[in-house]
């Protein structure tokens, strides 16, 4: 692969995902690094890209509400003034866009840093990853029988129902492309290891990352949590946590909405994942050793997720993931995707396993 660089990250997001060329106007909506978020050279490494191909730039600073995200009248207008508006912030994830008017370019940003822009997660070709996506849509849509599995115990088995209509995928347009479209689980059965809840950046809540002593199995039945088995104090804290964020939102306590796997190798996390679970759950959930569950909430992606770590999933008996290595050239078409994008090959063959767990493991 090409030596990877903060410039052409950016330059794969403008170039081959929002397809930007010379004399587009671009609107940088960000929030201020004091939030812990997002870095403010992540603004300036794309700014100068932007520039280099002779985008005119602007930018917006949107702040951050965890409890109450709106879009106000006048970043609707920018935004509408733009052709394409990136958000190096957290509102374009919370709002969905859904109050945005049709027909604009909004790509969301999960390379959150200058360094993440720089790391094979950026600078991995976005259209091989489009491919990829589409590869794995299309063999969940023809599975009769999909299982998932970890070291730790998981054991869940059902028959993909995919919606992939427009409508069963989010509109925006994300980057990098690290997850395929979520699984209904409304088929699906079994049991989910994990040794920590967190939410899913809907919204903002504290006590928002409670973790257990020892693996909590979440049993779930044709999409609808059952309840939990573990040490009594972790499945008591574990019950606690449903019992309230389902009580402060008003929604369905158990219900389990869909799952996906990531599908990008590049996907590293070089923190703690301790020091901000807000920051890992937005950022870490594209590599292949995190298999994420939406839960807690009748819509995507919930409020509550479940991580499963180092996932083994089969589809119709071909081991597609295997202990966390996400193995495209199984996928029907995969080997052809990876020799069209060699740099992405060799993100596969030199896979990044750094997913924060320094102190968890």
């Not at 390379?111 to 997660?121: K, P, V």
């Not at 489009?130 to 869940?156: Q, S, W, Y």
């Not at 199995?217 to 040490?231: H, I, S």
Request: glycine share 10%.
């Amino acid at each position: 692969m090409p030596t990877p660089s903060p410039e052409k990250g950016a330059l794969n997001l403008l170039r081959n995902c929002a397809h930007a060329v010379a004399g587009d106007r671009l609107l940088i909506a960000y929030e201020q690094p004091e939030y812990g978020y997002f870095d403010a050279k992540a603004v300036e490494v794309v700014t100068h890209a932007a520039e280099s191909i002779g985008l005119r730039v602007d930018s917006i600073d949107v702040g951050f509400n965890p409890d109450n995200p709106h879009l106000p009248a006048d970043l609707l207008a920018r935004i509408e003034a733009a052709d394409i508006t990136l958000f190096l912030a957290r509102l374009g994830d919370q709002l969905r866009f859904t109050e945005m008017s049709q027909g604009k370019t909004i790509v969301v940003s999960f390379a959150l840093t200058r360094e993440l822009f720089g790391s094979g997660f950026a600078n991995g070709h976005h259209a091989a990853f489009l491919d990829l996506k589409t590869a794995v849509n299309e063999a969940l849509d023809r599975a009769d029988h999909v299982r998932l599995t970890c070291p730790a115990g998981t054991e869940i088995t059902g028959r993909p129902e995919m919606n992939l209509t427009p409508e069963g995928d989010t509109s925006i347009l994300r980057f990098p492309m690290s997850v395929f479209t979520p699984v209904p689980a409304h088929s699906f059965t079994g049991r989910a290891a994990m040794t920590f809840l967190t939410g899913t950046g809907s919204k903002y809540y504290d006590d928002y990352s409670p973790e257990f002593s020892a693996p909590v199995f979440a049993l779930m039945e044709n999409g609808r949590l059952t309840g939990f088995e573990g040490d009594p104090k972790d499945v008591a804290r574990a019950n606690a946590q449903y019992d309230r964020v389902s009580g402060m939102f008003g929604i369905d306590r158990n219900f389990v909405h869909s799952w996906h796997a990531g599908i990008h190798p590049g996907c590293g996390y070089p923190w703690d994942m301790r020091q901000n679970y807000e920051r890992w759950g937005g950022a870490a959930f594209g590599n292949p050793r995190i298999l994420h569950f939406h839960t807690c909430g009748t819509y995507a992606p919930g409020e509550i997720s479940w991580n499963i770590i180092d996932p083994t999933i089969k589809v119709d008996g071909v081991m597609l993931w295997e202990a966390g290595e996400f193995r495209a050239d199984r996928l029907p078409g995969g080997s052809t995707i990876l020799a069209r994008y060699p740099d992405v090959a060799a993100l596969f063959n030199e896979p990044d396993r750094d997913i924060g767990l320094r102190e968890v493991e």
